[in-house]
């Protein structure tokens, strides 16, 4: 049957990881559902590339809460994922590892482990410590969409007092040692940190994610995606590639009818699911279908800052596998790395060595990323460059690339000098291209900036004033692996009986 005489139970835009996690939930409990992404690759930031026979991640680089029945070892066991994906444990001692001006410190897996580790190095501050953990565990246990004790709550979001407590002001409160509070804050990077708006439970949910299982996946995090997708099938699901959405069609009561394909074919649909940005999803429906108010706020919204990542892979047997993250930061305050000049850039670094089923001992390419505002790079905004759409941005884009390149190089050179030796070649990303491959307008790391100042104002809901039109993905409650599996969750509680779905999960 051609496309256009189908009419799909699910059409879900875009083939992230909440997209496909919506299409597997609806695709399981017996709905057609069809996945339209507009790239060659499915799985929007769960994408890898390859070079020189090295794979690279674009988008997840490790992923936590995966010890035996914390919360996404539970949702992955019910996606099937857990046992059949290729998993690496990273260093109990150390997943992450915080350099703050050359002096190292570390975060340990499990509270205890974290506790103990950090009094080592701060033998005076044991309550402060200890206070920071239970404050952590005390926001996780009383986060209603966090945990699947309470997820089946009415209220999604939690307590208002909750949502505006500031990450930077209850580290403070807890401890006036400002190395100790820029070593908990160390990985701020992870959601974009900000001293003025980030809230505490995003600083909360996310330490405590790799604190309870913090894993990488050998060969690529499109492991996820493919998983995903071969099951989506086995239900009767279907996915399309290159098939960007660029409009809708709508029935007199204002339902969506169908979405338009860049390539004038239609897609018929009784419901949809945006997986793409909000003010995407507004792009392609119309300002209109909202009303006013809604649409001011969501395009006021400020999106997280962009980053500029080198992808180096290195000579065979050169370079030692880090079974942990580097944060690396050349700055008195670890809050200060975001705010950045041509000249002090960069301020902060993340440095990892993905894993690969080839060698435990020796990487075979190491990832470097640092901020970089899409200002930076708006002059080339003109152009458009993917695998699927081919294009070129020019020698002064590529000079530019090249003198980023040379920096972050210079940051690893820091703890190897002889690092440019042990180089096969260089690639980069730049906010361009995540703009062009994921679909936002500015390559937003992780999407809508939270406020701790105004925290009801960065919440979006997944229902829309479209009755038959929902959202997901990381923008509606918390970005990263395990923020865009609860949002895909609480997106397909409108259309299945949660308590149902729930008790699901929890038996898988
Ligand atoms: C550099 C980087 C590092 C990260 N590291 C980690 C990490 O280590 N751990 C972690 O947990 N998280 C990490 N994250 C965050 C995590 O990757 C994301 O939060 C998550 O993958 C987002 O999923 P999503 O469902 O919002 O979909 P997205 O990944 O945003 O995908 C959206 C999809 O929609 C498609 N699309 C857009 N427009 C259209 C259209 N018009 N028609 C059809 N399709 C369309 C896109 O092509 C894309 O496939 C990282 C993110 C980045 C950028």
Request: hydrophobic share 35%; charged share 25%.
């Amino acid at each position: 049957m051609a496309l256009e005489d189908k009419e799909y139970d699910f059409v879900i835009i875009g083939s992230g990881l909440g997209g496909l996690e919506c299409a597997y939930i609806l695709a399981e409990e017996g709905h057609s559902v069809v996945v339209l992404e507009k790239n060659h690759q499915i799985g929007g930031n769960l994408q890898v590339f390859s070079r020189d026979k090295s794979i690279f991640d674009t988008g997840v680089h490790y992923i936590g809460s995966l010890n035996e029945g914390e919360n996404l070892d539970q949702f992955f066991k019910y996606f099937g994922m857990r046992d059949s994906l290729k998993w690496k444990r990273m260093d109990e001692d150390c997943f992450d590892l915080i350099r703050i001006n050359g002096k190292e410190f570390k975060h340990a897996q499990g509270y205890e482990r974290f506790i103990e580790t950090l009094v080592a190095d701060f033998p005076e501050e044991r309550v402060g410590i200890e206070k920071y953990c239970d404050k952590i565990k005390s926001l996780c246990d009383d986060f209603p969409l966090y945990n699947l004790k309470s997820i089946t709550k009415d209220n999604l979001f939690g307590d208002i007092n909750m949502l505006s407590l500031n990450a930077y002001d209850v580290i403070a409160s807890i401890t006036s040692n400002t190395l100790l509070q820029n070593v908990l804050a160390g990985s701020n990077a992870l959601y974009a940190g900000e001293k003025e708006t980030t809230p505490w439970f995003i600083h909360a949910l996310i330490m405590n994610s790799y604190l309870t299982g913090a894993y990488r996946l050998k060969d690529g995090g499109s492991q996820i995606s493919i998983h995903l997708s071969k099951a989506i099938r086995a239900f009767g699901g279907e996915i399309l590639k290159r098939k960007i959405v660029t409009s809708a069609n709508f029935h007199e009561d204002g339902k969506i009818k169908e979405v338009v394909l860049s390539n004038g074919e239609t897609v018929k649909g009784k419901n949809f699911i945006s997986n793409v940005h909000p003010v995407v999803t507004i792009d392609i429906f119309g300002e209109k279908r909202f009303l006013k108010p809604y649409v001011r706020r969501v395009k006021a919204l400020r999106n997280t800052k962009s980053s500029f990542i080198i992808h180096i892979v290195l000579k065979e047997n050169t370079f030692k596998y880090m079974n942990y993250n580097t944060y690396q930061i050349n700055d008195d305050d670890v809050w200060g790395g975001i705010d950045y000049t041509q000249e002090n850039w960069p301020k902060g670094v993340f440095i990892c060595t993905p894993a690969t089923s080839k060698s435990d001992e020796y990487a075979d390419c190491v990832t470097v990323m640092a901020y970089m505002d899409y200002e930076e790079v708006e002059q080339w905004g003109g152009t458009f460059n993917t695998v699927a759409e081919k294009g070129v941005r020019g020698g002064e884009y590529e000079a530019f690339k090249r003198a980023k390149e040379d920096k972050l190089i210079q940051e690893l050179e820091k703890t190897d000098p002889n690092i440019r030796e042990k180089i096969v070649s260089v690639h980069s990303t730049t906010p361009l291209t995540f703009r062009d491959y994921i679909g936002d307008k500015t390559g937003s790391l992780y999407g809508i900036v939270k406020d701790s100042n105004e925290p009801m104002r960065s919440v979006i809901n997944p229902k829309t004033r479209i009755k038959n039109l929902s959202l997901t993905g990381q923008n509606i409650i918390l970005h990263g692996v395990l923020g865009a599996t609860i949002g895909a969750f609480v997106t397909c509680f409108n259309y299945v009986d949660k308590h149902k779905l729930i008790d699901k999960v929890r038996n898988s």
